[in-house]
């Protein structure tokens, strides 16, 4: 598997950003990407369960990275529309597997989908996104080593 970049101050993968998730994201095949995650309990909504405002954000990432392309040359996009489906509680202090995949990939647009499952192989939440392309006038004015944008190592 080969890892995606992380940024400084995602909130996703920011490995600098003091309550991110700090997610280290794996391509395990072109489309196709993969992490895992434990949830700390502050983090939670109810009792045991992610909140599921996290719970969207994740799905989200995921959906975009899985069609963000090659690293060295990444595909920036937006979400336009994002759907997400929670299926059943997911849990904060237990391991779960996270999963997205292209579904479609356009010159601007792309459509992506993700899945969070639990030790036991469940699917608890998914979402399917629309993803847009961010212009090209507002990647020239980003900087991604100001970003910080690499692959660190572990």
Known sequence: MKKQPNSL????????NPIGLK????????????????AP????????VLHGGIVASILDEIC?????????????MFTGKLEVRY???????RPLRIIGKTIKSREKTAEGWAGIYNEEEELLAE????????????????????????????
């Open 9 to 16: 101050h995602c909130f996703i993968c920011g490995i600098e």
């Open 23 to 38: 997610l280290k994201i794996f391509e395990s095949d072109e489309g196709f990407i993969e992490t895992t995650y434990t």
């Open 41 to 48: 309990e502050h983090f939670q909504g109810y009792p045991g």
């Open 64 to 76: 975009g990275r899985a069609s963000m392309g090659d690293p060295s040359s990444p595909r920036f």
């Open 87 to 93: 299926r059943k509680n997911v849990p904060i202090g």
């Open 127 to 154: 979402a399917t996104a629309l993803l847009i392309e961010v212009p090209e006038s507002l990647i020239s004015q980003s900087d991604t080593d100001t970003l910080g944008w690499k692959v660190y190592p572990d």
